[in-house]
């Protein structure tokens, strides 16, 4: 039996900050900011690595990741510095105290998914040992409920740690959570040079994924995509590069994903009127991901994305209105919602906010859209609705600053 030591988990985790050397350089914003952004973009390219890799059907190995690791890197060394700006240490200390609860709440296992324990875990052992994405171990019909087309990203990323690490490590896994938390509250906070609204986000997440009990699971680094991908198209008129990268990380992580990414480039259209633009954001998500589904069906392991044509059951759309609606109270009072609608009315600028408020009402409806695809949601509602309602509460929260601007 191999034994995971604290050393062996903080090596295992420490591993994820490498992808900071593919990520692409962010000129503005603290230097925080900048590093998770490029953390963030440097996850999606890395996994990107891995996956031609697979396809090419070259081995993963130290060198073969290693060569476009450093290429990257050396490319970021030598490119141009810009000095960065301060205006983030207002609130460090409070996204530091938040960060911190979070980890607690990682460490006495509060937040454990279990799908990290019957999911996502032995897809990434198996990709970890095979050194690429484990066909044989996908199409083993017992493994079925693992829904083996899921998108492949977090896996990679796992794979990536455990390489690095020489195992793979469950404990590091969950240990991921409190630091896609912090990326994703960091990364907002230089795009939108909003303190206030970072420090909230900080809480909400926190609050979020506690209570979703996310840790170890996708949910996190689907957030963490989903927040700098329209974060970067809300506040900024020069990061549809960025905004491109963690979209297509977004749809590479979780059929909701794509849902999503669907979604936010339909509202960027509508809203900024430039279809050439939108098209080009949705470009790299397009190619991953649909080079994922030709690869799924090649190999016969179409599943999630096959269901497009299963009855929708309009009868029971009372019923998962009234418990997604109870769901969603997050049985705090709706305190969540509340919290981030409520600096909303007092904004002005709501020509800025229209696209994520189109974002967080197409989410909503997106969900209720996959629900009653079941007969009985019920049962579904109650294992995933604090999870995947993150989506359309972080997207109300960007409306309120973008508003506030």
Not at 16 to 41: E, K, N, Y
Not at 172 to 197: I, W
Request: glycine content about 8%; hydrophobic content about 55%; aromatic content about 12%.
């Amino acid at each position: 039996m191999v034994v995971q030591t604290p050393v062996s988990t903080a090596v295992w985790v420490a591993a994820t900050l490498l992808f900071t050397l593919f990520g692409v350089p962010f000129r503005d914003g603290d230097r925080a900011s900048q590093l998770a952004i490029r953390f963030t973009t440097g996850m999606v390219i890395g996994g990107a690595v891995m996956w031609l890799e697979a396809l090419l059907a070259i081995p993963w190995s130290r060198l073969a990741l290693l060569i476009p690791l450093v290429v990257c890197g050396a490319a970021a060394v030598l490119g141009r510095r810009d000095s960065p700006r301060e205006e983030g240490r207002r609130s460090t200390w409070p996204i530091a105290l938040i960060t911190l609860l979070a980890i607690y709440g990682v460490a006495t296992a509060r937040e454990t998914s279990g799908d990290l324990l019957f999911f996502w875990g032995p897809k990434a052992q198996h990709f970890f040992l095979a050194r690429t994405i484990d066909v044989g171990f996908l199409k083993f019909p017992h493994y079925y409920l693992m829904h083996p087309d899921y998108p492949p990203l977090q896996p990679l990323v796992y794979a990536w740690n455990s390489m690095a690490a020489h195992r793979f490590s469950y404990f590091g896994a969950t240990f991921l959570t409190p630091l896609y938390l912090l990326a994703t509250v960091l990364a907002f906070r230089g795009l939108a040079r909003a303190n206030g609204f970072a420090t909230l986000l900080a809480a909400l997440l926190a609050f979020g994924f506690g209570a979703g009990r996310v840790a170890g699971g996708a949910d996190p680094q689907l957030i963490l995509f989903e927040v700098v991908a329209l974060a970067a198209l809300t506040f900024r008129d020069d990061a549809d590069l960025i905004a491109a990268i963690a979209l297509a990380g977004a749809a590479f992580t979780k059929v909701e994903g794509a849902s999503f990414a669907i979604i936010l480039i339909v509202a960027f259209a509508l809203t900024r009127r430039n279809l050439k633009r939108a098209l080009l954001v949705a470009a790299p998500a397009t190619v991953l991901l649909g080079s994922w589904i030709v690869f799924a069906q090649v190999h016969s392991l179409l599943d999630s994305y096959a269901r497009g044509g299963t009855p929708l059951h309009f009868d029971s759309l009372g019923l998962v209105l009234y418990v997604a609606g109870f769901e969603a109270s997050y049985r705090a009072a709706y305190l969540p919602w509340i919290a981030v609608l409520l600096p909303l009315p007092f904004g002005r600028n709501w020509g800025r906010a229209a696209m994520p408020l189109l974002v967080a009402a197409g989410s909503i409806l997106s969900i209720t859209f996959f629900y009653l695809h079941e007969p009985n949601a019920v049962w579904w509602i109650k294992a995933s609705a604090d999870r995947v309602l993150l989506t359309p509460l972080v997207a109300l929260l960007v409306a309120s600053a973008a508003a506030s601007e």
